[in-house]
């Protein structure tokens, strides 16, 4: 009975398993200076290209700047305002030291909203195109900055206040209520 090719390449392997792995190991630490020395000098020749391609493929990186772009994409549209495209953004934010330093600088203060990154117009009417575009932090500008954080924090405990009020109202109209039932039983 014939073996086909992948039987005979299993049993093979299971007879002289032992030897193979002497061998291949051996050809690795024989070959592995030449093969590093290979992989670091392509390295070095193709490392702009290889960086910018992390940086790029960066989940992160290129997620911020795409959402930063979905958002002026829709007000443009609904101001009827040019806008940048989105390949010509994402080259343009990834070449921008500025863009860079505030993505690091949010990054390492573990992602606290008001450090975000954001781009604003100098021009409101040029529209969101890259000549008119600039890149600056979320806290800079009043309604991101403090101000919108200690405003909700009022909002919220002027209706902690509103609820214990109601519930002490409530409390107080059960009261009342039942006095009022006592009165008209004694009659």
Known sequence: M???????????YQDHKKELQEYFRKKYLKERKERLTKAHNWYILHRE??????????????????AI?????????QWKLPITPWDEFKLWTIDD??????FEAWKESGYIDNFSPVVMRGVKKNGFVI???KWDVKS??????EDSTIFKEIEENLDKQQKEHNQRSKEWRKKIREEWKAKRKGK
Not at 2 to 12: G, H, I, L, M, N
Not at 69 to 77: F, G
Not at 97 to 102: F, W
């Open 2 to 12: 014939a073996q086909d090719r992948s039987e005979y390449q299993k049993k093979y």
């Open 49 to 66: 290209e290889i960086l910018a391609k992390l940086k790029t493929k960066s989940l992160a990186f290129t997620g911020h700047a795409h």
């Open 69 to 77: 772009w979905n958002a002026i994409r829709k007000y443009a549209k």
């Open 97 to 102: 030291p500025i863009y860079n330093e505030l």
């Open 131 to 133: 000549e008119n575009l």
């Open 140 to 145: 800079k500008y009043s309604w991101w900055n």
